[in-house]
């Protein structure tokens, strides 16, 4: 007799939205890194380039995509179709300029548009979205429509300031109301920590948000070689300060909750990006 073999449910995605106040902090660098270190302790990880106007995970690892998300958005092919395999296993959603064209799109195009994601979480735990730095509009709706928003921010006051306008913002907008936070490119922990704390500080008198210290990644030589060869850290100096820290992110990150839903999580995730890219039409016309 042949006993039916129960039906797994697939796990929720973890969505973890990288950004920053502003560039030259590392963002990209963190989100590549992230992706793979987490996919090299075990997880399916996505990474989307959702820097819709100067998308550059594609260049940062040598990769030369022929088709990309705007391809998607014109129907010209499906996600799919799109979809490169990146070092670690990582998949890669390359990006593209134009994310304005999803509120042109016919209710029908919406629909398969989500079902094109949706079909990718049953094969995936995490997805990383590697933003655009600052406050554009893509950028806060892609951090609304992830679980999770880690800001990258280095020992710099520009960078502190503008991390500072990026929370805020984020939580007037958004009604987001926890944050992680990451320092990056620093020379010991206790600098780490003491911008972690600066940061604080100030959202603690002007805010009511929550902030959580995701950890620090030390400056580090080996990343500067590693972007030259248009690789990743974890994958060409595993064992440098700098790739030892990113394992030991990944290993916080599998620690974060996970969505509660069991399914429909990039229903939701697309849905929220659309919706927000309508009323911005709507509230310019």
Known sequence: MNVPTPHRQPRPTRVIAVTSGKGGVGKSTVSINLAIAMAQAGSRVTLLDADLGLANIDVLLGMTPTRNLADVLSGECSLNDILMQGP???????????????????????????????????????????????????????????????????NNPASITDAYATIKILNQRTRRTRFRVLVNMIQTEAEGREIYRRLLVATDRFLEVALD??????????????????????????????????????????????????????????????????MGRHALA
């Open 213 to 278: 210290y995701a950890g620090a990644i030390p400056f580090d030589r080996c990343v500067t070689q590693a972007v030259r060869r248009r690789a990743s850290v974890v994958t060409s100096y595993p064992a440098s300060p700098a790739g030892v820290a990113f394992a030991r992110l990944a290993a916080t990150a599998q620690s974060w909750p996970r969505p509660q839903a069991p399914s429909g999580q990039f229903e939701f995730f697309l849905e929220r990006i659309i919706q927000a890219e309508v």
């Open 88 to 154: 670690g296993g990582v998949r890669i959603v390359p990006g593209a300029s134009g994310v304005q064209r999803m509120a042109d799109l016919g209710e029908a195009e919406r629909i398969g548009l989500m079902r094109a994601f949706s079909d990718l979480e049953g094969d995936m735990d995490v997805m990383i979205v590697d933003t655009a730095a600052g406050i554009a509009a893509n950028t806060l709706q892609f951090c609304e429509a992830s679980q999770e928003v880690l800001v990258v921010v280095c």
